[in-house]
């Protein structure tokens, strides 16, 4: 069964500094891996869609990186701002069975601070 | 943009009482689920429909049903609410066909309180 970790469960760091947010999955055959950012009391926004056979996608100050064999994936924040606080989750799709299920993980909340 | 609209923000019933959570979306997508957030349990999907009619139970169905009698709305019943079914509840939807290629939308959330 997929078990999707997300370490640390919380990170506070200063303006202007670069930070990695790590995923871990337990089973490596994936169609995907997606990364959202939640707000309180919002609802979830894609930030990054990686397919299996990609290694990296980038949007802006974003960059998320897939290793599919270690079972790891990361999130890295170029340059933070205070409007970067939020709770960062990322999911998995799995090969086979329903394969849009997305199993997420429980996510990192951050805080920027001014 | 892809936008997944659910009717209520907030929501509060009694326990007992018969409730209904609407959700549209306005991008023609195939695929949309129900999900519930729970501090500590993270996001759990309850039910998903890939086409008109069809649906299929998530990972926690009991105490839940679905309908999906149009493509864009996908409603999730409570039949008879009870208190451990307080929680924020989400709509989301996606493309069905290159699924691999497709991100999956949410709606603001539903934050439903059974007293």
């Known amino acids: 069964k997929q078990e999707v970790t997300q370490i640390p469960a919380a990170l506070s760091v200063p303006e202007g500094e670069n930070l990695v947010l790590n995923c871990s999955f337990t089973?490596?055959?994936?169609?995907?891996l997606q990364w959202f950012r939640q707000d309180p009391g919002k609802g979830l926004t894609s930030l990054l869609l990686?397919?299996?056979?990609?290694r990296e996608q980038t949007s802006g100050r974003l960059n998320a990186s897939l290793d599919k064999s270690s079972g790891r994936s990361t999130l890295y924040i170029a340059a933070s701002q205070p409007g970067d606080s939020a709770t960062y989750l990322c999911?998995?799709?799995?090969?086979?069975?329903?394969?849009?299920?997305?199993?997420f993980g429980t996510g990192t909340l951050l805080a920027v601070q001014p | 943009d892809v936008k997944v609209t659910q009717s209520s923000r907030y929501l509060v019933k009694r326990t007992g009482e018969k409730v209904f959570l609407e959700c549209v979306q306005d991008?023609?997508?195939?695929?949309m689920f129900w999900y519930r957030q729970d501090p500590g349990l993270g996001l759990r999907l309850i039910y998903f429909?890939?086409?008109?009619?069809?649906?299929e139970k998530g990972d926690i169905p009991e105490g839940y049903s679905v309908s999906r009698e149009k493509k864009e709305r996908f409603s999730l019943i409570l039949e008879s609410a009870s208190t451990n079914q307080t929680s924020m509840y989400l709509c989301?939807?996606?493309?069905?066909?290159?699924?691999?290629?497709?991100?999956?939308?949410f709606g603001n959330g539903t934050r439903l309180t059974v007293t």
């Open positions: 999911a998995v799709t799995n090969y086979g069975g329903a394969t849009n299920k997305l199993i």
């Open positions: 989301a939807s996606n493309r069905r066909r290159r699924a691999v290629n497709s991100p999956l939308h």
């Open positions: 429909s890939y086409d008109v009619k069809m649906k």
């Open positions: 990686i397919q299996s056979s990609q």
């Open positions: 991008m023609d997508h195939e695929n």
């Open positions: 089973d490596s055959a994936i169609y995907n």
